[in-house]
């Protein structure tokens, strides 16, 4: 039996009043990787009040203190590299490599966020009165609550909570059900780095009740979500019901755009990464490859040459390069998806069919699935899909791939590839997407730019960057009048 792993709250590893459990298995073997507590309101409610406790003296330690606890649990985050990212393997299936990447982005995210507590800037501006000052600084929001996805088990937690920490504010993560060992040893890391109890919490559970209860806490300030778009649409809901601020991240339906000019090799690679890196369960991943006309027919060739070598299975085999899907329901929604994509009459050319043979037999795996003969009217060109499926939209020009990349509801990360200079500036100033690259695949965002998503993919705020600040902070304007009378804004001015 695997040790039982608990909630974290006030500084400590406690069961939940419940003694109800749940259990947290390897998609690719079956194999059990943790038996979890299984908490509910009452435990919801422990974690904020924890939080909202601490909330009092961590706003009142300098920055550059809070930093030099971020910079540590960088330091430790590094020592523990490898043995987070097979966990996360174990637990999530993506790739060794991949899993020691997500590792990375929450390593390079603390020791940025870290540097931020010595700067934080704030502005001092001019009074538009005589012996008067005016500045704003920033303050934290308070408990902070942050729903997280499977899918960037580490990474997602580490962007929310470091720069809502740096800032002042205390946490309560409240992980996804897929994956709740990694989320344990992820925080354990952020413990033992001395931490002040409450300032960090965690509360595991099944239930989507969970987060309806965090999302609805009277003492939880601010939400920030990145899930689902339909989960998303009720967080929204219920954090208007509650007045509090919230900011989502959600579904993406991505493209990478193939112009007659590219270098189809250079393309091919993008994306192989972007649309079958981790089993295509990415928020950024590539699902619609849009392709000039000219060069469509010898990038399939390469594309399906590439695909039939494709090694998959378990992420912690050497040499494997895609690795499950998460869960038997998101393996049947992907098949669901293949069958209507075939109903409405695209060209199934590869994959397309559920492993289970051998190797795969304990594991939930998917053929990696290539359509050709998409068009923008059908629901695998439009509906996130979250696996390993591709679909392929011909047209003639950049304008018909950028009108046609613009028109999904979803509106996060976009790819170009040329080598025409003056098509590249063309395509990112008319790209309505908040992340767009040239000459690289759909992924691969780094921490100090913004990372999100316009339309519905999010609702205005980013992540990571300097971005992430205004998330977690608000302003406050100071004015200081050293007069020594009374002086009148927008009255005593002449
Ligand atoms: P999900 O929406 O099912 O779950 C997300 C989180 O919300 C989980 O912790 C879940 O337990 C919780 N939840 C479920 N119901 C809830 C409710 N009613 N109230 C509050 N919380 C609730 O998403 P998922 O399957 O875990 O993740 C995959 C999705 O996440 C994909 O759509 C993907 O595009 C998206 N995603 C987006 C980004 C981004 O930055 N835009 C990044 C990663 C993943």
Redesign the pocket.
């Known amino acids: 039996m695997k040790t039982l792993v608990k909630n974290f709250i006030g500084g400590k590893w406690v069961e939940a009043r419940s003694r109800r459990y749940f259990e947290s298995r390897n998609p690719a073997t079956g194999e059990l990787v943790g038996r979890c507590v299984d908490s509910g309101r009452e435990e919801i409610d422990q974690a904020v009040k924890a939080a909202a406790r601490a909330f009092e003296s961590w706003r009142r330690v300098p920055a550059p203190r809070r930093g030099e606890i971020l910079f540590r649990v960088a330091e430790r985050l590094v020592r523990h590299k490898d043995a987070l990212a097979r966990t996360l393997t174990q637990e999530m299936g993506k790739v060794l490599t991949e899993a020691k990447g997500d590792v990375q982005e929450a390593i390079d995210m603390a020791a940025y966020m870290a540097g931020e507590g010595r700067r934080l800037f704030g502005h001092v501006v001019p009074s538009e009165l005589p012996n008067k000052s005016a500045q704003c600084i920033r303050e934290p929001v308070g408990v902070v609550g942050l729903?997280?996805?499977?899918?960037?088990p580490v990474a997602?937690p580490a962007w929310k909570s470091f720069p809502a920490l740096i800032l002042g504010n205390t946490v309560v993560l409240?992980?996804?059900?897929e994956t709740p060992v990694t989320a344990a040893s992820f925080i354990k890391i952020i413990e033992e780095c001395g931490m002040p109890p409450g300032v960090v919490n965690l509360v595991l559970g099944s239930s989507?009740q969970l987060?309806?209860a965090l999302?609805s806490h009277p003492e939880v300030a601010l939400i920030s979500?990145?899930?689902?778009?339909?989960?998303g649409g009720?967080?929204a809901v219920a954090a208007a019901t509650h007045h509090k601020r919230v900011a989502l991240?959600?579904?993406?339906k991505n493209a990478i755009l193939v112009m007659e000019d590219a270098d189809l090799d250079l393309a091919v690679d993008g994306i192989i990464w972007s649309a079958f890196g981790t089993t295509g369960q990415r928020?950024t991943a590539c699902s619609r490859l849009i392709v000039h006309t000219d060069v469509k027919n010898q990038l399939m060739k390469k594309l399906l040459a590439r695909l039939a070598k494709l090694r998959i299975g378990n992420g912690l085999k050497p040499g494997i390069e895609m690795g499950p899907i998460i869960n038997r329901a998101q393996l049947e929604k992907v098949h669901g998806y293949v069958g209507v994509g075939q109903q409405e009459g695209a060209r199934l050319v590869a994959g397309g069919k559920i492993l289970s043979e051998g190797e795969f037999k304990k594991g939930w795996f998917y053929a990696p699935t290539l359509f050709d003969c998409v068009t923008p009217a059908m629901r695998i060109a439009k509906e996130?899909i979250?696996g390993p499926v591709l679909g392929v939209l011909e047209v003639k020009d950049l304008d018909q791939a950028i009108a046609i990349n613009n028109e999904v509801m979803q509106g996060?990360s976009t790819s170009v590839y040329t080598r025409d200079l003056n098509r590249a500036q063309r395509a990112i100033a008319d790209i309505r997407t908040g992340i767009v690259y040239v000459n690289a695949g759909t992924i691969g965002s780094e921490v100090h730019l913004p990372?999100?998503?316009m339309r519905r993919?999010?609702n205005g705020h980013r992540?990571a960057g300097q971005a992430a600040l205004e998330t977690f902070s608000e302003w406050k304007a100071v004015y200081i009048d050293y007069s020594g009378r009374l002086q009148r804004a927008q009255i005593d001015t002449d």
């Open positions: 729903i997280t996805p499977w899918n960037f997602i409240k992980p996804s059900p989507a987060g309806e999302v979500f990145t899930g689902s778009t339909a989960t009720k967080v991240e959600m579904g993406g928020c996130e979250f996060l990372f999100g998503g993919t999010g992540e």
